[in-house]
């Protein structure tokens, strides 16, 4: 049997950053001194108005390959993870595989909204586990900018555009790369926020869509406890799943949308704040793809080593949870 090991990683941000000052002036009043206070967020990064979905990931992916030194044609699988695609239909990962020219590479996107990307590296680790694939190419990317209201103070203040990739390998060695794995839904939560026209229910030509439903919007406020909850019950699981105390774990990649829930579920789980990369920042909240460019930026500067054991826990609209465990 084969087992999923990460050997590369990638991310892309676009250039244009877009400082707490910015909405001062847009909003018309001091929100710079709250975002800092409050959820730790400085600067984000949108795309330009030519910029998508399909531009992030193809940087992402580049970089990713290089780091692996592999050639893109040796590609068996792509993912991309999104709820910002680059078209209803067809998927954002087709349109990457002929940018890549990744001519053997089967494609497909997955939505779970932000918790896509944990979701897309379990499905991409069965691949490989079941002996059908060899190499995969797991990718979250997001361009939330491109839906945002751009006067509604809850969502234009922290949502912003990304994307990061890791490459999976098939590996002999059961001990590395993927161990555990657990997904988990509250459907109860799905109509608390997200962007509700564009599909069936309301198709974009839709004479019934109103309150800016074609936009991202919060419409009822979530639990304050419910994300440090969730995700510090999944890690309880893996945990159990792969018989090790909370302290053997080196690294926790969770969601990054609010700083305090992240070190809310450390607190839980007993463990330091420097065992959970953070990222919000410098780059705002970028959904399915922060869990990536926070992996990547954590092993580019060496805060994760080969080895380590690492934890994976996403969430996002639905609500969907996803986790899993990695040795590095």
Known sequence: MKNAKIISSGM????????????????????????????????????TEHESTADLCENAARQCLDRAGMSADSLDLIIIATDTPEYVSPSTAAILQDRLKAT????????????????????????????????????????MSKYLNKTDKKTVT??????????????????TGFQTGKLQTRGEYADWMGIYSGGTQQPVNCNRIQNNDHQLKFVKKFPPELNPTMWSNLAKDLAS???????????????????????????ILGVPEDKAQTVMHEYGYTGSACIPIAFHEAWENGKIKEGDTLFFIGSGGGLAFAANAFVL
Not at 241 to 267: H, K, P, S
Request: include cysteine; proline fraction near 2%; hydrophobic fraction near 45%.
């Open 12 to 47: 892309y941000v676009p250039d244009q950053i877009i400082p707490n000052s910015y909405f001062n002036e847009v909003l018309g009043e001091d929100v710079d001194t709250w975002l800092r206070q409050n959820v730790e967020i400085y600067n984000r990064r949108w795309c």
């Open 104 to 143: 053997k590479a089967g494609t497909f996107d997955l939505n779970s909204a932000c918790a896509g990307f944990v979701t897309a590296m379990e499905t991409a680790s069965h691949f490989i586990r079941s002996g059908s694939v060899k190499n995969a190419l797991v990718i979250g990317a997001y361009a």
């Open 158 to 175: 922290l949502f912003a555009d990304g994307a990061g990739a890791v490459l999976l390998t098939a590996t002999d060695d059961m001990k």
């Open 241 to 267: 799943e792969m018989n090790i105390g909370m302290e053997e774990v080196d690294q926790f990649l969770i969601t990054q949308i609010n700083i305090n829930a992240i070190r809310a579920t450390l607190d």
